[in-house]
Structure formats: structure tokens, C-alpha cells
Nanobody, 119 residues
Framework: QVQLVESGGGLVQAGGSLKLSCAAS????????MGWFRQAPGKEREFVAR????????TYADSVKGRFTISRDNARNTVYLQMNSLKPEDTANYYC????????????WGQGTQVTVSS
């Protein structure tokens, strides 16, 4: 299993920035990518971004392209999400997860970190 601890959320005004961190521990060596997801009240959890461990290739949801940047520190087993030009619609609880070649995204989710963007 992989344990995930998200941090870095908070309250920010529209147009502001935040940087989220996800510390991973456990069987991270068997995963091939890490990702960020978010869930707003009353909505389904949605994909935000992912990064592959091997070559750092990235994929983003259309809603965050050009504003968010995912990065990783392999030595520290930590993944980051730099969020710029934040909008009120980015308000959500943000979660990270690990992806495995055979089973896809993990079933266990951490507590997440709350991001609130005021207008």
C-alpha cells in the first residue's frame, strides 16, 4: 500500500497562487505515476494533473492547463502542484494518488487539503 499526505491548501483571493505537496510512503516503487485530483462540494472527484516517475511527462485537465504545474522530487517521494491564477471555481478539496501499471489509480485516498478561492 501507499500512504499519501497532502498539505499546502488554504484560503486565497482570485488571481493568487498556492503550492500543494503530497508526501508518499510505502510501496511507491511499484507505481508509475502520481496525480492530483479535486472534489468540490456536491460534485464528483475529478482529475487535475499527473506526472510519470520515469520521465516526468505530464498531463493536465483542460480547466487547469497553463495555470497549474505538477512536479516531483523522486528522492523525497514528494509530488507538488503549483497553482497560479486561481479562480473561485478551483475551490475544492485536493487529493493526490498513485497509479499502478496493473490496477490504475489506487483505491485508498488521503484526507486531502482544502483550497478555497475567494472572488
Amino acid at each position: 500500500q501507499v500512504q499519501l499526505v497532502e498539505s499546502g491548501g488554504g484560503l486565497v483571493q482570485a488571481g493568487g497562487s498556492l503550492k500543494l505537496s503530497c508526501a508518499a510512503s510505502g510501496r511507491t516503487f511499484s507505481s508509475d505515476a502520481m496525480g492530483w485530483f479535486r472534489q468540490a462540494p456536491g460534485k464528483e472527484r475529478e482529475f487535475v494533473a499527473r506526472i510519470r516517475w520515469k520521465d516526468s511527462s505530464t498531463t493536465y485537465a483542460d480547466s487547469v492547463k497553463g495555470r497549474f504545474t505538477i512536479s516531483r522530487d523522486n528522492a523525497r517521494n514528494t509530488v507538488y502542484l503549483q497553482m497560479n491564477s486561481l479562480k473561485p471555481e478551483d475551490t475544492a478539496n485536493y487529493y493526490c494518488n498513485a497509479r499502478f501499471p496493473s490496477t490504475g489509480w489506487g483505491e485508498n485516498w488521503g484526507q486531502g487539503t482544502q483550497v478555497t478561492v475567494s472572488s
